[in-house]
T-cell receptor, first 116, second 110 residues
Framework: GAVVSQHPSWVICKSGTSVKIECRSL??????MFWYRQFPKQSLMLMAT?????????EQGVEKDKFLINHASLTLSTLTVTSAHPEDSSFYIC????????????FGSGTRLTVV | RKEVEQDPGPFNVPEGATVAFNCTYS??????FFWYRQDCRKEPKLLMS???SGNEDGRFTAQLNRASQYISLLIRDSKLSDSATYLC???????????FGTGTSLTVIP
């Protein structure tokens, strides 16, 4: 249980284009979804917290106009990287809180974005 | 100071060896503690939760020291398949974000 489906797994896009990443909770309802980014050999860093039916909360230094987050339903959160640049190339991953203490949170499979 | 700090390694150990990782956290109000395993280019997967009383799962033992604010992971009888990055993760409670360590790289050598 507690599966988060994320896709696409891999995407290559040209500079200036936009890319949408989807995360779906398959067997639970997620009022909150966390979006992380991981650069090579670095830790996962929280970018933003999406909240169903309201605006996302962005971490300091993350441009909300560049990384658009939509959480329109209890099972779907999307992250759109707008006007992508090569420096946006990274591993993006979502996680959804599961209300089972000490089970940890389930992560999506991640999206490796390469901007050329 | 970072929320969670780990020795990045790398740790290169022979098969059958015992290896231990430590991780310190800065927020004394942290409630939940986990070790995750991340294989190259894959998502992190929960290895084990860390309880105050310490817990063991086969060859893996995790311990929490609240007074000193650190958690540890001990791997006994290392297998080649244990090669991965081990992430220390701390959480403030349900509905809150994770804080990740940078991960400790382990390579088990035949």
């Amino acid at each position: 249980g507690a599966v988060v489906s994320q896709h696409p797994s891999w995407v290559i896009c040209k500079s200036g284009t936009s890319v949408k990443i989807e995360c779906r909770s398959l067997d639970f309802q997620a009022t909150t979804m966390f979006w992380y980014r991981q650069f090579p050999k670095q830790s996962l860093m929280l970018m933003a917290t999406s909240n169903e039916g309201s605006k996302a909360t962005y971490e300091q230094g993350v441009e909300k106009d560049k990384f658009l987050i939509n959480h329109a339903s209890l099972t779907l959160s999307t992250l759109t990287v707008t006007s992508a640049h090569p420096e946006d190339s990274s591993f993006y991953i979502c996680s959804g809180p599961v209300l089972r203490p000490n089970y940890g949170y389930t992560f999506g499979s991640g999206t490796r974005l390469t901007v050329v | 100071r970072k929320e969670v700090e780990q020795d990045p390694g790398p740790f290169n150990v022979p098969e059958g060896a015992t290896v231990a990782f430590n991780c310190t956290y800065s927020n004394s109000a942290s409630q939940s503690f986990f070790w995750y395993r991340q294989d190259c280019r894959k998502e992190p997967k929960l290895l084990m939760s860390v309880y105050s009383s310490g817990n063991e799962d086969g060859r893996f033992t995790a311990q929490l020291n609240r007074a000193s604010q650190y958690i540890s992971l001990l791997i006994r009888d290392s297998k080649l398949s244990d090669s991965a990055t081990y992430l220390c993760v701390v959480n403030m409670g349900a509905g809150n974000q994770f804080y990740f360590g940078t991960g400790t790289s382990l390579t088990v050598i035949p």
